[in-house]
């Protein structure tokens, strides 16, 4: 880049070469095409719709209160008075925030406890805790994985991994959604030519809604010596009958996989992200993951609430419970009234299928217009021209509630 740069300098004769503007960029200009394809097909933008409070399960947006399930609380923790006590008790403590890298002063015994507390839940040796979740993803991949390596993903993995997977060097292989045999496939003509191997999966895909065989890719991984990482995100808090992951989910021990990622910004209703598996994974990722050495401690109040959500969470297993029929609920009803829910598991997340992206984004705005906000998936989330609205659940709902979501769905669909 420099060299092309001062060659490209003498040949205007050492002028000063102005820098192009951001406009110039791709990107720019497909999200600005985007903006006015829409505008002129007259579809409302989906996206940064202002939300001007919070009241349990209702938001407010322009001003006006409706039914969310466009948020991941889904065990309704958000709101609840321990955890915000927890959170004003730390801050009061700590102050708002620590203002340094654990590593340098910004350790506290509640990141020790946190720490302790996820890796307990998960049934592993230790954890350890990143300012988000994104970045656990992509400052692990990125450590762990070389040049030298390969990774091995289901094609619908999260942002975040891809990004960690690209910035490690590594070779990339991904297989079509929950296709063992292909990923199988891979592992078996591949493995002999790298250093390392890993499988990526996620523990509740989240946008399909749909889990993996986690027996069967445990019992892949260790035939052909790969590690397995899952990204439980959507998982911990919410699958299993008391929330502890997909491991539970699967009853498959959770020592088995050797890097579990969660993050805490969503059952645990706080922010945050974390990584577990055994106490040399996370010695190494202590000292060298770039996102957790050269980054901020996480918050005081996210980690006394993030603490106070596990602890509620193991002390009240019926809010998974509920969270659970809800979701069946929410299936059946979906199925009863002729909605396409696509391969979705019935777990916390239903996608209702649309296909075309305009269509989607029209329902969208008008289910919004009555009074439920859910959220919007395209190109390129998910593969084109399979568009849909996405619910998130939570244990707190009414039956009544989840019926006027699909009654609502289903009219503006049917529009
Ligand atoms: C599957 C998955 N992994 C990782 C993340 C990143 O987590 P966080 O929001 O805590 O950064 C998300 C967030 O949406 C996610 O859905």
Redesign the pocket.
Known sequence: MIPQTKNWLRANGDRPVAAKPFSSLSSYKAIKHHQTLAKTLGIPNPFYRSTEGMADKLTLIDGKPVLNFAWCDYLGLSQHPEMIAAANEATSRFGTTLSASRMVSGDTPMHRELEAEIARTIGVEAALVFV????A?VSTIGTLMNSDDLIVHDEFV?N??VVGMRLSGAETRSFKHNRLDALENILRTERAKYRNVMVVI?GLY?TEGDLPDLARIVELKERYGAWLMV?D??GCGVLGATGRGLAEHCGVDGAKVDIW?G???KAYAS???YIAGNTELIDLLRYAAPGFVFSVGLPPAMTASALTALRIVQREPERVQRLHNNSKMFLEGAHARGLDTGRAAGIAMLPIMVGLTGRAAKTVARVLERGVNASFIMYPGVPMNAARLRFFLSSELTEAEINLALDVTKEELGR
């Open positions: 988000s979740g994104h970045a993803n999260h975040s991994a996620e989240s990204d995100a959507h990622m993050t805490l910004s922010c945050g992200g």
